[in-house]
C-alpha cells in the first residue's frame, strides 16, 4: 500500500531563512507527487506537481522540489521564506500509470515564520 | 466556474442524526474525491468516483456513509446515525488531468 511520511511536524523559521520540508513515500512503480498548502482559513491549494521528466519541478510562490527516486523522496524547498509562507504543507502521492487515481497524504508539517 | 464548492461549509448536529453534504465538481472534471480530514492530520481517501461509477471505497468507509454521485455531475457524501467520531472537515475534490483540486470543505461537529 502507498504511504507518505512527513518527517517534521512542526518547523519554525525566522523570515528569510531556507526551509527544507522532508516528505518519503513507499510505492515500488511509477509515482506521481505533489505538494498541497492549506493556508490558515483557506482550503487546500496545489503548491506544485510531479509526473514526469526533469525532477526538479518548479511551483508557485518560489517553492520547488526535487524527486529523487532512488531514495523515495520528494523534498520541498524555498530558499527564502516570508512571513505569509505560515501554513501547513502536505506531501501527497499517487501510485500508478492511472493519474487521476487516488491520491495519499502525508500527515502534514505546520510551518510557522516569525516576522 | 471557479472551482469545486461545497454545501454545507458547517455543520452542527447532535448524535445520532443523519446528515448529508453536497459537492459540485469542477464542470469538465469526470473524478471526483471525497476525502476526511481532522485536526493535525491529513486528508485521508474516503472514496471516488469516474462519472457516475464509484471505483474505490475506503476500508474507513463505514456502512453508516454512502456517497453517490447519480449523474456524473454532483456528488452527495450522507453519513447515517452519526456519532462523535465523525466530526471532522470532509472535503471534496474533482480532477481530469491527474491534479485534484479541492473545495472548502464541509466542516461537520457532532454533539
Known amino acids: 500500500a502507498q504511504s507518505v511520511s512527513q518527517h517534521n511536524h512542526h518547523v519554525i523559521l525566522s523570515e528569510a531563512a531556507s526551509l527544507e520540508l522532508g516528505c518519503n513515500y513507499s510505492?515500488?512503480?511509477?509515482?506521481?507527487l505533489f505538494w498541497y498548502v492549506q493556508y490558515p482559513g483557506q482550503h487546500l491549494q496545489l503548491l506544485l506537481k510531479y509526473f514526469s521528466g526533469d525532477p526538479l519541478v518548479k511551483g508557485i510562490k518560489g517553492f520547488e522540489a526535487e524527486f529523487i527516486k532512488s531514495k523515495f523522496s520528494f523534498n520541498l524547498r524555498k530558499p527564502s521564506v516570508q512571513w505569509s509562507d505560515t501554513a501547513e504543507y502536505f506531501c501527497?502521492?499517487?501510485?500508478?500509470?492511472?493519474?487521476?487515481?487516488?491520491?495519499?497524504f502525508g500527515k502534514g508539517t505546520r510551518l510557522h515564520i516569525l516576522p | 466556474d471557479t472551482g469545486v464548492s461545497q454545501d454545507p461549509r458547517h455543520k452542527i448536529t447532535k448524535r445520532g442524526q443523519n446528515v448529508t453534504f453536497r459537492c459540485d465538481p469542477i464542470s469538465e472534471h469526470n473524478r471526483l474525491y471525497w476525502y476526511r480530514q481532522t485536526l493535525g492530520q491529513g486528508p485521508e481517501f474516503l472514496t471516488y468516483?469516474?462519472?457516475?461509477?464509484?471505483?474505490?471505497k475506503s476500508r474507513l468507509l463505514s456502512d453508516r456513509f454512502s456517497a453517490e454521485r447519480p449523474k456524473g455531475s454532483f456528488s452527495t457524501l450522507e453519513i447515517q446515525r452519526t456519532e462523535q467520531g465523525d466530526s471532522a472537515m470532509y472535503l471534496c475534490?474533482?480532477?481530469?488531468?491527474?491534479?485534484?483540486?479541492f473545495g472548502p470543505g464541509t466542516r461537520l461537529t457532532v454533539l
Open positions: 501527497a502521492v499517487n501510485g500508478g500509470m492511472n493519474r487521476d487515481d487516488k491520491i495519499i
Open positions: 468516483f469516474q462519472n457516475e461509477a464509484q471505483l474505490e
Open positions: 510505492y515500488g512503480g511509477t509515482v506521481n
Open positions: 475534490a474533482s480532477s481530469s488531468q491527474g491534479v485534484p483540486l
